[in-house]
């Protein structure tokens, strides 16, 4: 494992497109449930031990050589929501590009042949994680950040929230972090069948709300 890599892959500054969307933190602003930094906190830690679980699974399982067919139809089975499963294609398009980019390597072109249109985004990070030499762990770690990264990073924007606020949120979160990251990759040991399905249905429906919205800031 190279820890050069793995600050690469987690960098906000990676290309993979994730500045475009607020992980639902939009939608949740709008009605009135994200007001704060106490908010973001709670908003954040279920994002995380829901959804965020789920995708750091997926993003280990690839990592560790399981069947990317597999994976790819395992997250369409998680992702109830249409609107969130053509958002995490479009990001594993982007992410692709860039992956490929930073770390060529045959499994990522295999990958790009056999979903031109984009596999999930949780599968490309984890093959991508794999050609650069991190493992299911670190793979479940870039996931688990991002699933909180991403609302904290939107809710500045949405709300002019304090920056340094929305970063102790994240902080404040890093042991729950680890933990996640620790389940997913050991749950990916054992193969698909046993990769976690939480999910969070209120994010479902309001992703699916975001989608019809003639005017918005974020893509999801």
């Known amino acids: 494992m190279t820890l050069s890599a793995l600050l690469v892959l987690a960098d906000g500054r990676f290309p993979a497109g994730g500045h475009a ?3 639902g933190a939009e939608a ?8 704060d930094a106490a908010d ?5 830690r ?7 679980l789920t995708s750091a699974a997926l993003a280990a399982g690839a990592a560790h050589g399981l069947d990317p067919y597999e994976l790819d139809a395992a997250a369409d089975a998680r992702t109830p929501s249409a609107a969130l499963r053509a958002a995490s294609r479009r990001l594993g398009r982007q992410l692709m590009r860039a992956a490929r980019a930073a770390w060529p390597s045959p499994e990522l072109d295999a990958l790009a042949a056999a979903f031109p249109r984009g596999a999930h985004q949780p ?3 984890g093959t991508a994680a794999r050609a650069a030499g991190l ?14 990264g991403g609302p904290a990073t939107a809710a500045v924007r949405l709300l002019g929230l304090d920056p340094y606020q929305a970063t102790a949120v994240l902080a404040r979160l890093a042991p729950e972090m680890d933990q996640v990251a620790e389940r997913a990759s050991a749950a990916a040991g054992q193969g ?7 999910s969070a249905p209120l994010l479902d429906l309001t992703a699916e709300q975001h989608a019809a919205w003639p005017v918005r800031l974020f893509a999801s």
Do not use: M, N, W
Not at 28 to 35: D, E, Y
């Open 123 to 125: 599968v490309v990070l």
């Open 28 to 35: 949740a602003v709008k009605a009135g449930r994200l007001k």
């Open 135 to 148: 493992g299911p762990e670190e793979a479940a770690h870039c996931v688990a950040y991002e699933t909180v």
């Open 40 to 44: 973001l906190e709670s908003f954040c």
């Open 46 to 52: 279920g994002r995380l031990h829901t959804t965020g």
């Open 192 to 198: 698909v069948d046993a990769l976690p399905a939480a």
């Open 21 to 23: 969307h607020s992980g």
